[in-house]
């Protein structure tokens, strides 16, 4: 309507805001297309959306698994790679809870402690930007069925994210939302976590299922592709109807 474009004109004069987008790995190479309709939903939102495709790693797989050195070197080159963006706006908890949470350990007494501190402000999870920053939480998507949203790990404990993420999809059009029992509880992925003990990491995927499966659901909902990849992994085992959805693919779905 021309309100709603009137309306999203003068927010793009107000505010107009820049955002370079980080794209992890994974969702590089398995998961493109919730990168672009990360995009779609961004430029509703009216953001100028740039992405430097320098970038590569945050460095949390080689932070994980011990080589603080070599992700000093990856983290180094992020830092570079997104100087002066006003805002990062990233689709994984995961990578924004490390950058914000692991550079400052990283870098602590060194020179680049100062740029640490301004970059973990300007640093956003994607559902978090739409509704900490932009404000905004009805996209006109819609998506017909009954969902669960699982909690990863990364989104709860280290960005603090739990509302938000249920506003933004409390306002599509057809979806029923509905809470799985031990919603807070982990998937079992946890990176190197699911190499190491796979069949820990399986077994806590399998009751994420049941339970998830317990509510009638069609679609499970994060955050985080990487919790989703491994649940969808064990669903495929399992014969499961339940379909798993990144919150961006959400968003962008049912408009142009």
Known sequence: SNKKLHHCFNHYLLCSMKVQLFIPCFVDQLYPQTAFNMVKVLEKACCEVSYNT???CCGQPAFNAGFWDEAREVCTKFMNDFDGADYIVAPSASC???VRNYYTKLFDNSSLHNKVKELTGRIYEFTEFLTDVVKIENFGAELNGKATYHDSCAGLRECKIKAGPRKLLSHVKGLELVEMNDVETCCGFGGSFAVKFDAI???????????ATATQADYIISTDLSCLMHIDGCIKNKNSSLKTMHIADVLANGWE
């Open 54 to 56: 320098n970038q590569t």
């Open 201 to 211: 990491s399986v077994a806590m995927a399998d009751q994420k299922i049941i339970n």
């Open 96 to 98: 924004v809870g490390f």
